[in-house]
C-alpha cells in the first residue's frame, strides 16, 4: 500500500486539479491496478512489475492532456 500511496501522491503533484480524484482501495496478493475511469491503463499482474513513476505519468498524461510537457518525466 506505502507503494500505491506514493504512485497517488506522484500523480496528484504533478497533475492536481486535472485528475479530479485519486483513490486506493485495499487488496490483497500485492495487486496494483490503474484505472483511468472505467479504463485499465496498468496492471502489476499483467506487467509482472510495479509501474515506474515516470511511466505512470506518461501513461496518464497521454489520455487526459496529451499535449501537457511532463518535463524529465517526458519521453526522450
Not at 500500500?1 to 504533478?14: S, Y
Not at 485499465?40 to 501513461?59: D, M, Y
Request: proline fraction near 5%.
Amino acid at each position: 500500500m506505502l507503494r500505491a500511496a506514493w504512485l497517488a501522491q506522484e500523480l496528484l503533484n504533478t497533475f492536481g486539479q486535472d485528475l479530479g480524484e485519486v483513490a486506493l482501495q485495499p487488496g490483497t496478493g500485492g495487486i496494483l491496478e490503474i484505472r483511468l475511469d472505467d479504463e485499465l491503463i496498468f496492471s502489476r499482474k499483467e506487467a509482472g512489475r510495479f509501474p515506474e513513476s515516470k511511466e505512470l505519468k506518461q501513461l496518464v498524461r497521454d489520455r487526459i492532456a496529451p499535449d501537457r510537457p511532463l518535463g524529465h518525466s517526458d519521453k526522450k
